[in-house]
């Protein structure tokens, strides 16, 4: 990287984590100052504030006030939410998506649930029910209370053909959330996924927040056999 040449952030950041990796910058080492970063590669010290912000959200980097950055001494990779679409999820597996709405209704979201979300009693909620399929066999069912304080536009939304995955995945962008994933009875969804109530699923309850308020409480049953795999 050339001294004088103007750089964004992201090639801060780039020539930043080639030192980290190259132990230019070994772990536990103390980094240069942004003034002096700034002045080496030619850019603003802002932009260098941004490219040692992400390196340190990604856990390469320890930053304390007036004490200075350094390498972390055993790099940490933080894990990021991300939510799928299950038709698409489905897809990858090789299968063909299909998908049947059970219920669309004002069911009122059970307290537990409320406070997992963290909304009070009085906020309005619209209540989704469905089954997702895979080569026409039940995949997962789909049991969700979306906050109509939150998107009010999901009182009026049709699912019969969109599943209420997907209809929030583009219009409501999320911040952040909470998942719980448990082997558990299949309960009340077993009638959807042919199976008996007391057989053992993997059932994952997921909370997802907006950048101001929370948006959705969903809890998703798999069907018996599923298989989870994860990239890390």
Not at 42 to 47: L, S, Y
Not at 168 to 181: I, Q
Request: proline share 8%; net charge neutral; with cysteine.
């Amino acid at each position: 990287m050339s001294r004088a040449a103007p750089t964004g952030w992201q090639a801060v950041h780039d020539e930043a984590l080639r030192r980290i990796q190259t132990r230019e910058w070994p772990p536990g080492a103390l980094i240069p100052g942004e003034e002096d970063l700034a002045a080496e590669l030619g850019c603003a010290r802002a932009t260098v504030n941004r490219a040692l912000r992400e390196l340190a959200e990604a856990g390469l980097l320890e930053r304390r006030r007036k004490a200075g950055t350094r390498v972390t001494e055993v790099p940490s990779r933080r894990a990021q939410m991300s939510i799928s679409r299950i038709a698409e999820e489905i897809e990858t597996r090789g299968a063909r998506p299909g998908y049947a709405l059970i219920a669309a209704d004002d069911t009122p979201m059970p307290p537990a649930r409320r406070h997992a979300l963290g909304i009070g009693p009085d906020t309005p909620t619209r209540h989704v029910e469905a089954l997702h399929l895979a080569d026409g066999a039940p995949y997962v069912h789909e049991n969700r209370w979306i906050s109509l304080a939150a998107m009010p536009a999901a009182a009026s939304a049709d699912f019969t053909t969109m599943s209420a995955n997907e209809w929030l995945l583009r219009h409501a962008p999320f911040s952040h959330g909470t998942l719980d994933y448990s082997a558990a009875a299949a309960g009340e969804a077993a009638s959807h996924l042919g199976c008996d109530a007391q057989t053992p699923v993997m059932v994952l309850d997921r909370a997802t927040f907006g950048p101001e308020t929370p948006i959705t409480w969903v809890r998703l049953t798999y069907a018996p056999g599923f298989h989870l795999h994860m990239k890390i």
